[in-house]
């Protein structure tokens, strides 16, 4: 480059360029200084980005007992800053700069890059390596910010970042590798897909107050993105479109507190697969306008939906289908408005609270070892029987294990008793004909002394009414003693021999209730037997 044809501002960079120098080409008044209104600047804030290529390339040697630099501050950056393939050994710091046309850095080798509350009508640093920190704080990026398969270093800061591609990507950052932090907070706003599948981040990963708006797809797709800390989407963090986080890994914990998502009839946040290595907090005014599923989901620690607004009227408002959890904190600040899918979690501790409970449920395959409040059975029956799937043996078998386990066998025994009264509703004629009459009689096993009832009602009965009328003698020769309550009781019991019933012989109407009391002992004598069996299997 022929030094001779800079410019004043560029030969000022120029000749402050060795010794790392910083140029400042800005207005001395403030409200001139917006790169949004780098068409009304003068020459005297221009510089060609060829001048740039050419200090980073190397043109200019570095001055003795100084670290080279390009700082510069409130110019309008022309022409094509193409750096594709380059090894840049020294900084670039640009401050409230504006550029005509998007900064090419794809598959350079950069030292540090600072483009600190600059205007870009793009950036396409797909594969670049940044040896130091990628820091775009404050900056409007429009057209598209590409990072994809770029590795950093240090720190990714887009903290204010303002990325404008509606409809596109506002983020390409598919396999992007940051050994640091990510902080994507303080007004940073993505009008359109803010992309990281793929992505592995070092650090933390801050969404804390950011806003996203893509509401025809996905708001931020982060599919397979793996975070050795915390995660955090909060802090008034809101989106318009979909979170999807299907097969990510958190190595700390993942914070959606208080953040507002939004896709009606859709997934509004879809962690699927997730794996956290210790909590999820969806709490304290999350808000959710569409579905949030968890399916398969690992959570070390505790997922929390306390406080969270669930809304998807028409569909699945909460999937927790196979997820693993140590402890599941399920009281919303509102009914569930749509289904909450628990089928075949697994839980350690479930805590909810039946002011909240969904009016659909699937509880199908559902495992848990402790429910918090336990709540009495016939509380806890309501909470089964909001089954959109019917009935189902399943969750009975483990509400009544889990009452059990607390020592309130009684409790588990009502809910196995309400297994089989539901079951009943699903039969045909006959064994509905059946199961009514065993839990009549004996309450299928699980009322053991309605049995005891039932015989000594009939037992007296018998007494009464034989000790009344006493039937007369079948032989002639023998002479027996008659006891009433003896030949009643010979009649109920369906086995064996009081020494009664084979010798008097009673006739006309007493015939019939002798015969009766012979069927009642029958099916009296069944259904205890089905009832010990019953309890005897359980054991």
Known sequence: ????????????????FPRGESVDLSSGDPALNDPTLSDHWGRERLVRAEVLVALLAGAVAPESGHVAAVRLTGARIIGALNLGHADVTVPLALTGCSFDEAPHLYWARMNSVHMMRCRLPGLVASGARVDGHLWLEGSRVSGGLWLDGAHIAGILNMSGVHLLNPGGDALLADRLTVDANVYCDQGFTADGEVRLPGARVGGQLIFREARLHNPSGAALYASRLDVAANVFCDGGFTAHGAIRLRGARVGGYLSFVGARLSHPDGIAL?????AVETDVYCSDGFTASGGVSFAGARVTGQLSLRGAHLDNPSGTALSLQRLQAEEVLLRPAERVKGVADLSYAKINLLRDDRATWPERLQLDGLQYESLEPPLPARERLDWLRRDTDGYQPQPYERLAQAYRTLGLDADGRSVLLAKARDR????????KVVGWLQDVLVGYGYRPFRAASWLAGLLAFGTIVFSLHQPAI???DDHPNFNAFFYTLDLLLPVGDLGQERVFAPKGIYQVIANLLVIAGFILGLTVAAGATRSLSRE
């Not at 480059?1 to 402050?16: C, G, H, T, V, Y």
Request: net charge negative; proline share 6%.
């Open 1 to 16: 480059m022929n030094i001779d044809e800079l410019s004043p501002p560029e030969r000022r960079l120029w000749e402050a």
């Open 424 to 431: 009943r509703r699903t039969q045909g004629l006959s064994r």
């Open 474 to 476: 079948l032989n002639e």
């Open 270 to 274: 879809n962690a699927d697969d997730l």
